[in-house]
């Protein structure tokens, strides 16, 4: 089901992330990979599950043949889909493979570079910026290629696009984003955020946007992780306050804690988005913890 | 200018066969600037080879200063003519320059063996004597009127056309820390020029046809013609 369906009934949508696994999918089908058993947690209390494209440039198991795969098991999947690896005729092919086997949810992303990934020799391809991306998939929608031909049986699926609220200056992002809207973006997922003054310049500023956008929040797992994504993590800062915190506590608490902080971020901020992307890192277990913290009743999302 | 920095000389060592005669040839322009392949360096090199044993049969930097290598006639007159004795006794050309001087080499030679003496890295600016900076990847389809003269090709890790991704991080480029990110770089420009509405069009996908290899250029002082993969394109440089 597209996402976009749920936008349009008022619904908040939650939705969860996994990365693929470093390896194949079994051939006995009673062996889940991991990422299926993290989605299989995920999918009582989200509307949908991101599938990300070997995320951090790191190689994995292909975004498209992990959506499927969470397809097949239940779970409506979002398939991450970057301009990194593919050229073109690459990606327009991938959204064209991807409808056709069943994906009714996309995000379309620049990517992260190889410099940040375990293949740092590999040729970075970025034939496209994520703008033309978009565009070129909205043309598809609309029953023509990137050079003008027509194709058969146009794709439908709903077109997700993300920003980073925390870039600096957050109107060069924001100039990004309304130019992805002109393309064709119908949803936007934020990077993760942790500021509330970062959250409130940007919900002020893109209020007249008129798209649906997700508040994107990752489980901070402890201090030490906030450091390592401060000093790490391209494009995310996570603040003082919320590294003493989870810092606060014993490591046995941590999980406790970290969804309570999160749901007390997420309560704070839910009404002025229309959902939440939620990115657990593993910790899918207490999703519905968080929810609950946030005051988002469980059943909202089936 | 085409920036060259020199091989490290062991890897230099192993392109030269035993006995092999190697006249050593460099460049009086831009690897004259990069200290890979001026007079000095050149006569250096012939030394550095001598030392270790390799035959060195002779070596020369074509013309003046300010004389490029990739310029073929005067390439050609110089080895053939200039140091016809010298040049006739080498089995090879060990070329201090960018890989068109090589293959200039080359031509001037009709066809000698060569070995590059450089690795050719990028084309750049003079910023001052000591630092050369890429500030164009000579794609072939300039798009900078709009981003204020600033290449967002090479300036931006990811060529990146509509926009920044969002991985800068204090103004700085994601895939290094240490250097700015090329679409802050262009935004702050164009703010302080009052300019900014340049970046509202929608740029589209690159014609990489004319980016491919290898391209061609042939003039007259009338008018020129890019030939590439995209086609001939030619242009008048009268009214
Ligand atoms: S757009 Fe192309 S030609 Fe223009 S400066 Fe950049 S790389 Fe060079
Ligand atoms: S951080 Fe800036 S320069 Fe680096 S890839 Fe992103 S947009 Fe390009």
């Known amino acids: 089901m597209k996402i976009t369906k749920l936008f349009q009934r008022g619904e908040f949508v939650i939705t969860g992330e996994v990365g693929p696994i470093k390896g194949a999918v079994s051939r006995d089908w009673r062996v889940s990979p991991s990422c299926a058993q993290e989605a299989w947690h995920l999918q009582d209390f989200v509307h949908a599950v991101n599938v990300t494209d070997n995320q951090s440039a790191v190689m994995r198991l292909g975004s498209l043949a992990a959506s499927v795969g969470l397809k097949q098991r239940g779970i409506e999947p979002i398939f991450q889909l970057t301009c990194r690896d593919r050229n073109r005729i690459a990606l327009q092919s991938d959204l064209l493979t991807a409808y056709s086997l069943g994906i009714d949810n996309v995000l379309l992303l620049t990517g992260d570079h190889i410099q940040l990934g375990d293949h740092k020799s590999a040729k970075p391809v970025f034939d496209l910026d994520s703008v033309q991306l978009i565009r070129m998939a909205k043309g598809l929608q609309a029953g023509h290629d990137i050079t003008g031909h027509d194709i058969e049986n146009p794709p439908d699926m709903a077109l997700g696009a993300v920003v980073n609220p925390n870039f600096e200056p957050l109107d060069l992002q924001l100039l990004k984003m309304r130019k992805k809207i002109d393309a064709g973006a119908e949803f936007f997922q934020t990077q993760a955020v942790y500021d509330d003054r970062v959250v409130d310049e940007f919900v002020a500023k893109t209020e007249k946007f008129g798209r649906p956008i997700q508040l994107g929040v990752v489980m901070l797992k402890s201090p030490q992780m906030g450091a390592f994504m401060n000093r790490n993590v391209s494009g995310i800062s996570v603040p003082r306050a919320w590294i003493d915190e989870i810092g606060s506590v014993d490591k046995a608490d941590r999980k406790k804690k970290a969804a309570e902080m999160m749901g007390r971020f997420i309560a704070r901020h839910k009404d002025k988005f229309q959902g939440v992307h939620i990115m657990p890192l593993g910790w899918t277990d207490v999703v519905p913890e968080i929810l609950e913290h946030a005051g988002i009743s469980v059943a909202a999302a089936r | ?239």
């Open chain 2, 1 to 239: 200018m085409h920036a060259t920095i020199q091989k490290p000389i062991t890897e230099i060592l192993r392109f030269i066969r035993p006995g092999e005669k190697v006249f050593v040839v460099g460049c009086n322009n831009c690897a004259w600037k990069c200290h890979s392949g001026g007079p000095d360096e050149t006569k250096a090199m012939a030394e550095r080879l001598t030392r270790r044993g390799v035959d060195v049969v002779g070596y020369t930097v074509p013309g003046p200063q300010g004389m490029s290598l990739c310029k073929l006639d005067h390439t050609r007159k110089v080895l053939q003519q200039d140091y016809a004795e010298q040049t006739r006794r080498a089995d090879s050309f060990l070329v201090l320059g960018c890989g068109q001087g090589v293959h200039t080499v080359i031509d001037a030679t009709d066809g000698a063996m060569v070995h590059p003496g450089c690795d050719t890295i990028f084309g750049g600016e003079t910023v001052s004597e000591s630092d050369i900076q890429e500030f164009c990847s000579l794609c072939g389809e300039c798009v900078i009127e709009y981003t204020g003269g600033l290449c967002p090709m090479t300036l931006c890790s990811k060529q990146l056309l509509n926009g920044p991704c969002g991985g800068a991080e204090k103004g700085m480029c994601e895939v290094d820390p240490e250097r700015p990110c090329g679409w802050v770089l262009i935004y702050e420009r164009l703010r302080k020029l009052g300019r900014l509405e340049l970046l509202d069009a929608y740029q589209p996908p690159k014609d990489h046809a004319k980016w491919s290899r290898p391209r061609r250029l042939e003039v007259s002082p009338f008018e020129a013609t890019f030939c590439s993969q995209a086609g001939r394109v030619t242009v008048s440089n009268q009214d």
